[in-house]
């Protein structure tokens, strides 16, 4: 297999879901993903340090999703996919797993500024040095975003709480009843 198919095979998936977390649309993910990579092929020469491709395809992402928003002079309203939070939402239980799909929608409605390095880290497991790296500012910058984003989100998941049911009662007492009656 070429190092070329071993590098998309590798960060295809998370690529996406942090573009599909910038541009919350299928496909402009798609294509900023596969610009991602037609760059890399033009330019992975100029990479010494092949350890830090990881890094410099994130950093080419984003840089590219910032190129292109700038060119479009808007920003698209489209709501999550709810594919994308089931990626990430874990699934250890029905509250966690609506928590996790709640806060990823939550997070799409966020602004870009905060959006990308919670993301980031949370999504793409990141550090905070990579995301500095990736986003083009300095390390405090970033800690101090993923700081507010956390607090913003923690503040909407309690001021707008999922509508869907807390426990399995909830859903089906019937099912509680004939176990327990």
């Known amino acids: ?3 070329f198919t071993e590098l998309v095979d590798a960060h295809y998936q998370p690529l996406y879901r942090f573009g ?3 541009t919350r649309c299928p496909e402009r993910a798609a294509d900023l993903v596969q610009e991602t990579f037609c760059i890399w092929a033009e330019k992975n020469a100029q990479l010494k340090d092949r350890s830090k491709a990881k890094s410099w395809l994130f950093t080419t992402l ?3 999703f910032l190129g ?3 060119k479009l002079a808007r920003f698209s309203d ?3 996919d709810e594919g994308v939070a089931a990626e990430s939402a874990p699934d250890d239980g029905a509250d966690r797993q609506m928590d996790g799909h709640r806060a990823v929608e939550l ?3 966020m602004d870009e500024m905060y959006r990308a390095p919670l993301a980031l880290f949370y999504l ?3 550090s905070y040095k990579e995301i500095a790296e990736i986003l083009d500012v300095p390390i405090g910058t970033v800690m101090s975003r993923l700081s507010r984003g956390k607090d913003m989100l923690r503040k909407r998941m309690v001021a707008e709480p999922s509508s869907g049911p807390k426990n399995l009662v909830d859903v089906n007492p019937e099912l509680f009843q004939k176990k327990n009656g």
């Open 62 to 64: 984003h840089r590219e």
């Open 20 to 22: 599909y977390s910038l």
């Open 68 to 70: 292109q928003r700038r």
């Open 1 to 3: 297999m070429s190092e």
């Open 78 to 80: 489209e709501p999550l």
């Open 124 to 126: 793409q497991q990141h």
């Open 107 to 109: 997070l799409g409605e």
